[in-house]
């Protein structure tokens, strides 16, 4: 067979086999088709380690960056793993090959003054305004999920203790607690912009649109870029933005990164620690920036 024949025999096992997605069994045609035409005509199930290193080399000259070359090695893997367990092959060529190091993507987070801007930008003397600004109190106030918020119930709120309760992945709960400030927010919303919003209609969902029904997670980021772009901010913002800068800020301010942790609702600390890497970086700033021989 020659190296097409070799491909679509594998993409066919693994549609079947592991039932995999249409984008990702794309995703491997068209990486073992560059690798196929760098071959020259040599067959797929003919190479070895040094050819595959000399291919990836030859990717990386093309500007291909580690998290390409690392999918691309990944999809290799996957179809000499593939003829090995087929026993057309002896030797994995990838077995020795290294996969690229991917740094985690620090996450976009704003300024205490950007947080500020987003705050104010909601025209609080309509209702929906009035809604908007205190979501997005709310999310930089608790450092919730947008899928959290937007699915809050009035039974998971206790204005008595300031906190709510929040079932996040995995179904763990937890208590997570709501600023002075978010809490006067959601107590005039729901006292007066709620009811305007919903007039003689019901709704099991504390945040509502004029149609009384639940906000939804891609409603509410369009209601943020929205917000942000009246506001004059130019980062490219994430429906977790002010995830991040909750985050961010409690350990810019001291917080313990395990308390930030269960805030989040982080089962493993690893993934809260990447906002130390934040944190890290605002201090070299505020250093650079203050210090006589920064």
């Known amino acids: 067979m020659n190296s097409t024949a070799f491909i679509d025999q594998f993409l066919d096992a693994a549609w079947v086999e592991q039932g995999l997605s249409e984008n990702t069994l794309s995703a491997y045609g068209s990486d073992l088709r560059i690798f196929a035409q760098w071959l020259a005509g040599k067959s797929m199930l003919d190479v070895d380690g040094s050819d595959i290193s000399r291919f ?52 976009v987070s704003l300024s205490e003054n950007d947080v500020e801007l987003l705050l104010n930008a909601p025209e609080v003397t309509h209702a929906l305004g009035f809604r908007d600004k205190t979501m997005l109190e709310m999310l930089y106030a608790t450092g919730l999920r947008v899928s959290e918020l937007v699915s809050l119930k009035f039974e998971q709120v206790s204005f008595r203790q300031g906190v709510i309760r929040i079932t996040g992945k995995g179904n763990k709960e937890r208590l997570v607690p709501v600023g002075e400030e978010a809490m006067s927010w959601l107590e005039n919303y729901m006292s007066e912009a709620r009811k305007t919003l919903l007039g003689e209609r019901q709704c099991d969902y504390l945040f509502v649109t004029n149609r009384a029904a639940g906000m939804t997670r891609q409603a509410f980021w369009h209601i943020i870029k929205r917000h942000a772009k009246k506001a004059g901010i130019k980062k490219e913002l994430s429906p977790h933005t002010l995830r991040h800068a909750f985050a961010t800020h409690l350990l810019n301010h001291g917080a313990d990164l395990r308390v930030v942790q269960l805030l989040l609702g982080h089962s493993d600390l690893s993934t809260t620690q990447i906002y130390t890497h934040i944190a890290r970086e605002r201090l070299k700033d505020l250093h650079s920036k203050y210090h006589p021989r920064g």
């Open 56 to 107: 990836l080399a030859s990717r990386y000259k093309d500007g291909i960056g580690n998290r390409s070359s690392a999918r691309i090695l990944s999809s290799l893997r996957r179809f000499y793993g593939y003829y090995l367990r087929e026993n057309s092959i002896t030797i994995d060529p990838t077995a020795l090959i290294e996969s690229p190091h991917i740094g985690r993507p620090l996450p």
